[in-house]
């Protein structure tokens, strides 16, 4: 197999709502998201697949380590392999590989966040970083546009974290701000153990509303000159406004249960932005 098709594979099975912007790309663009995306994929499964720890920090050491020498021309994965033929075309830096293993690192050494600074500096790493390669990727021109994609990477982030509350509680991971649990008189232990309540129900609204405020300023960041090239990641916002709606029309079930869309309406809504340039 070679590396192009091995971070096809990676892409595809994830099933992903970033796969579907990606298949109106023209091919090199389309080439470098893909390699891209399945390296934030093969980091992020180290920490979620692999059950002790320390594995899991070596294994992070061992990615550490393996970017580096692929910056030194030494690429010995396959993700590596595919990508760093197009990192300087697109502008993909070492720091910024080396930042989303440093916000997975975070993930096996904290597993509460105090409030939402500490938790937007988690974000950043892990979603802030990669919608800035991501935008580079994508054809950006003006400078204001990385503004946008860390704002629109960010409330991604939280529509991620709002969706997998119930999933993450199994792994003993709360990302929902200590004090604003504590403003809503949320147990931690009411996560934990799966327990819905209105005092839950009003926690995740209140979640919700701060997500919905991330998209719509994200969008008003955007700059003019760059809607067109940007327009992937506008296709990624619809997917997952639409998601987060879907969630709150649904009333929060996310305790117990995963709420996703469809491929087909995956697939329904990149076109719609890509062919309509609408939501």
């Known amino acids: 197999m070679t590396p192009q098709h ?36 093969e980091v992020d499964d180290v920490v979620d697949e692999v059950q002790d720890p320390s594995v899991a920090a070596q294994k992070l050491h061992w990615w550490q380590q393996e970017v580096a020498r692929s910056f030194g021309g030494q690429a010995q994965h396959p993700v590596m392999q ?24 975070m993930d096996l050494n904290q597993t509460r966040y105090l409030d939402f600074a500490g938790l937007q500096t988690y974000c950043h790493l892990v979603a802030g970083v990669v919608g800035e390669v991501a935008a580079n990727i994508f054809g950006q021109t003006d400078d204001a546009t990385t503004t946008y994609a860390h704002t629109l990477g960010l409330a991604f982030q939280l529509t991620n974290i709002i969706r997998d509350v119930g999933e993450d509680a199994l792994r003993g991971r709360i990302y929902l701000p200590i004090d604003e649990l504590q403003r809503f008189d949320v147990k931690a232990q009411d996560l934990l153990q799966r327990r819905d309540s209105p005092a839950f129900q009003a926690l995740m609204q209140f979640q919700a509303q701060r997500a919905h405020g991330l998209y719509d300023q994200a969008l008003g960041l955007l700059p003019a000159t760059d809607r067109r090239s940007q327009k992937p990641g506008l296709m990624m916002a619809s997917i997952y406004r639409t998601l987060l709606r879907e969630i709150e029309a649904a009333k929060f079930p996310v305790l117990n249960q995963r709420v996703a869309l469809t491929p087909a309406r995956k697939l329904w809504l990149a076109w719609k932005m890509q062919a309509l340039g609408r939501f």
Do not use: W
């Not at 709502?17 to 934030?40: D, E, N, V």
């Not at 760093?84 to 440093?102: E, F, G, W």
């Open 6 to 41: 091995y971070v096809q594979e990676k892409a595809a099975a994830s099933g992903s709502s970033f796969y579907y912007a990606f298949l109106f790309l023209p091919a090199p663009r389309r080439a470098a998201i893909t390699a891209f995306y399945a390296f934030c994929r």
């Open 82 to 105: 595919a990508l760093m033929p197009l990192a300087a075309d697109y502008n993909i830096r070492q720091d910024h590989l080396q930042q989303v293993i440093a916000g997975c690192q």
